[in-house]
């Protein structure tokens, strides 16, 4: 039990630093808790992401295309610059026609 929950920690502190979280960079700057604060906002995007990828089915289907979630992000931010959506469902039908992607 020791072990797994030892791999879930050190696969979460692997996405954390090395998949476009940036969550190794100090973002102190002198400013008395910033640092605190956005590593909270940091991990809240990280748990949000997760709980997207767990309930959503179109998210993983775009997530496993595109195969990088730094590529994911990058789509989603260009549709959010293009067309105001109402949800994340129709953000992710977009990011899908951009690339071709059949989500059914």
Not at 36 to 59: E, G, K, N, P
Not at 70 to 82: C, D, N, R, T
Request: hydrophobic share 40%.
């Amino acid at each position: 039990m020791g072990r797994s929950r030892w791999k879930i920690e050190n696969e979460t502190f692997d996405t954390l630093k090395n998949q476009s979280y940036n969550f190794e960079h100090n973002f102190g700057h002198e400013q008395e808790n910033l640092c605190t604060i956005f590593a909270y906002l940091m991990m809240l995007a990280f748990h949000v992401d997760q709980i997207q990828q767990s309930s959503c089915r179109y998210f993983r289907i775009v997530l496993r295309e595109l195969k990088t979630r730094a590529k994911l992000w990058e789509s989603i931010q260009a549709v959010f610059k293009i067309l105001p959506r109402e949800n994340i469902a129709q953000v992710l039908l977009s990011v899908a026609e951009m690339y071709q992607i059949k989500l059914e």
